[in-house]
Antibody, heavy 121, light 108 residues
Framework: QVQLVQSGGEVKKPGASVKVSCKAS????????ISWVRQAPGQGLEWMGW????????NYAPKLQGRVTMTTDTSTSTAYMELSNVRADDTAVYYC??????????????WGQGTLVTVSS | DIQMTQSPSSLSASVGDRVTITCRAS??????LNWYQQKPGKAPKVLIY???SLQSGVPSRFSGSGSGTDFTLTISSLQPEDFATYYC??????????FGPGTKVDIK
């Protein structure tokens, strides 16, 4: 079955960088884009950006531009999201999600289990 | 960017109730609208895509309708496992994907 498995939780100090991985299985990795979505405690869903494993093209949310980098390793079917210069309001659960589509739209399915990133001094 | 709103922000309902959640887009998005369910401590999962298509494996008591700017998610007979938060998401202009703020459904 199609599955995304993320790396474990992280605790970081302000100003540090954090890198979260998302390993895909059950499908041809390069054929589907991967998006990253985060959710601060008790809050809603915030789209962070997207990467195409096929050609490495990316698109980042403007508020994160300059701090976020998304990459993929097609040899291991793994996507990565690195956030630099983290601050307290980056504390959140970070999800990867595969893009799905048809002729009439696109959506996210499935999602990884989530990775809690805590930023604290 | 397209803004999404949802109403109500929360509701209390009983098992067996018919529940309706509304999502509104700030501009015409045709039927580029998806619905997700999220339970506490779990990742979201898609219920409805392109406004009215039921994701495989999702119970038929869930249905979606609408086009343009106004959309509805309906649960025809609320079950205990349906108590969760529901999010709409537009895919008319992606990126960026935009989510609604969510509607929490809890037990009356």
């Amino acid at each position: 079955q199609v599955q995304l498995v993320q790396s474990g939780g992280e605790v970081k100090k302000p100003g540090a960088s954090v890198k979260v991985s998302c390993k895909a299985s059950g499908y041809t990795f390069s054929n589907y884009g991967i998006s990253w979505v985060r959710q601060a405690p008790g809050q809603g869903l915030e789209w962070m950006g997207w990467i195409s494993p096929y050609n490495g093209n990316t698109n980042y949310a403007p508020k994160l531009q300059g701090r976020v980098t998304m990459t993929t390793d097609t040899s291991t079917s793994t996507a990565y999201m690195e956030l630099s210069n983290v601050r307290a309001d980056d504390t959140a659960v970070y999800y990867c999600a595969r893009g799905a589509w048809n002729n009439w739209g696109n959506w996210f399915d499935p999602w990884g289990q989530g990775t809690l990133v805590t930023v604290s001094s | 960017d397209i803004q999404m709103t949802q109403s109500p922000s929360s509701l209390s309902a009983s098992v067996g109730d018919r529940v309706t959640i509304t999502c509104r887009a700030s501009q015409d998005i045709s039927t580029y609208l998806n619905w997700y369910q999220q339970k506490p401590g779990k990742a979201p999962k898609v219920l409805i895509y392109t406004a009215s298509s039921l994701q495989s494996g999702v119970p038929s008591r869930f249905s979606g309708s609408g086009s343009g700017t106004d959309f509805t998610l309906t649960i025809s007979s609320l079950q205990p496992e349906d108590f969760a938060t529901y999010y709409c998401q537009q895919s008319y202009t992606t990126p960026p994907a935009t989510f609604g703020p969510g509607t929490k459904v809890d037990i009356k």
